[in-house]
């Protein structure tokens, strides 16, 4: 209902502090607002299959975690995600891909891709 629907559009405007913003056009937005705001309205379609192409570039930090919430909480849609965070991905993702030019190398969970690739490097600064 319409009164629903409203409600949901407030509580994502607030949650990713688009309030300020609501009668400024969009193209007088910072690039992070636009990323937001362009998010935003992805979301409040509630579609089944929703593609997001590096969503928190430029997004400030709490906005940042309001959006992956929002995203996470998406229940009964598929959600692919473009990122170069890793943390993000292992976040908000049950699968992840990882591409190196254009070509994809590695794909799993992101306990598969821990256990396989994320022993990292070791260091010594003398």
């Known amino acids: 209902d319409k009164h ?20 400024t056009l969009a193209k007088n937005l910072s690039g992070g607002n636009k990323r937001k705001l362009c998010a935003a309205q992805a979301i409040m379609l509630c579609p089944r299959v929703l593609f997001l192409d590096e969503p928190t570039t430029g997004v400030d930090p709490v906005s940042r975690r309001s959006l992956n919430r929002m995203v996470k909480r998406m229940k009964g849609a598929s959600v692919l995600l473009t990122t170069h965070r890793m943390d993000e991905a292992e976040q908000l993702c049950d699968k992840i891909a990882i591409m190196i030019n254009g070509r994809f190398v590695v794909f799993g969970s992101p306990n598969y891709l821990k256990s396989q690739y994320g022993h990292g490097y070791s260091v010594m600064i003398k």
């Open 4 to 23: 629903r629907r409203d409600r949901f559009k407030r509580v994502i405007t607030q949650s990713l502090d688009l309030t300020p913003f609501k009668s």
